[in-house]
């Protein structure tokens, strides 16, 4: 098993996995060619958080050419440069078994509802998740079935039907087909909140449901939003307290949102 050791480097991967990146548009790949003009200084670093080399390198659409200063595509696994202002960080896909996506929880009725997906992978046999009560010590949780080699996006779901009340942690890694295991991501979810006292009826509805919200005294805002089969919204309120909605005939999710703490639930109109 190989986690990366470097706390600042861990924390990187962990927001660029989770977000794809704070830059608006992809990372930059790479190209051959020699630079001419516009150029970025653009350093690369191993595993280890260690920079290995720093070069001047043209940016052509998205990709960079770095001529014969480009270190070889197993060698590094960030690069960074600076456009605008803004050091943008990036990860080196071709390195990695997974190129993760996205890996979020979810509180959804009590429950913990653990997401990830994935744009490529590599000679992956499963992925093995765990929790832990304080972000050092974990424990197992379940093995789910990796897609071996694919270039396709992949999508994951699970659920914590008995989560660990209060602050938890969830670690994602990946285990090769020849056993090699690789720490992916690790994300923290709340699970004694308020919102876990949400209740939606009736479910199914002819029409019309209640959001039922916690006791806060009318001075909590709960943000509410509706979406319908597409992902579309259909409705979004902030309110104080009980909450009707009046839908058609169809499928939706309706999501309440309470600072960083989020309720999810599926709604059914006939």
């Known amino acids: 098993m190989h986690w990366i050791k470097n706390p600042p480097l861990l924390a990187f991967l962990a927001v660029l996995f989770f977000s794809l990146t704070a830059f608006a548009q992809p990372c930059p790949g790479f190209q051959n060619g020699n630079p001419a003009d516009h150029l970025y200084t653009v350093d690369f670093y191993d595993i280890n958080g260690n920079l290995i080399a720093s070069c001047e390198c043209q940016l052509t659409g998205n990709a960079f050419k770095c001529g014969s200063c480009l270190p070889s595509s197993s060698s590094f696994l960030t690069y960074q440069f600076v456009s605008g202002g803004t050091t943008v960080n990036c990860v080196n896909a071709?390195?990695?078994?997974?190129?993760?996506?996205?890996?979020?929880?979810?509180?959804?009725?009590?429950?913990?509802?653990?997401?990830?997906?994935?744009?490529?992978?590599?000679?992956?046999?499963?992925?093995?998740?765990?929790?832990?009560?304080?972000?050092?010590?974990?424990?197992?949780?379940?093995?789910?079935?990796?897609?071996?080699t694919s270039m396709t996006e992949q999508f994951y779901l699970t659920e914590d039907n008995d989560p660990i009340n209060g602050l938890s942690y969830y670690r994602l890694s990946q285990v090769d087909l020849d056993g090699t295991m690789t720490g992916l991501s690790v994300v923290a979810v709340e699970t004694n909140t308020i919102l876990t006292d949400i209740v939606l009826a009736p479910n199914p509805s002819n029409g019309t449901s209640m959001l039922h919200l916690p006791l806060h005294n009318g001075t909590k805002e709960f943000q509410v939003i509706v979406s319908d089969y597409s992902g579309k919204i259909v409705r979004e309120e902030t309110v104080t307290e009980d909450f009707s909605l009046d839908l058609p005939a169809g499928f939706y999710q309706v999501m309440v949102l309470s600072g960083s703490q989020r309720w999810s639930e599926k709604l059914s109109v006939l």
């Not at 890996?103 to 653990?114: C, K, M, R, S």
């Open 94 to 148: 071709a390195v990695l078994p997974v190129e993760l996506t996205r890996f979020e929880a979810l509180v959804t009725a009590g429950n913990v509802q653990i997401s990830w997906a994935t744009a490529s992978e590599r000679d992956n046999a499963k992925f093995i998740l765990e929790r832990s009560a304080d972000g050092f010590t974990y424990e197992p949780f379940i093995e789910i079935e990796g897609a071996g």
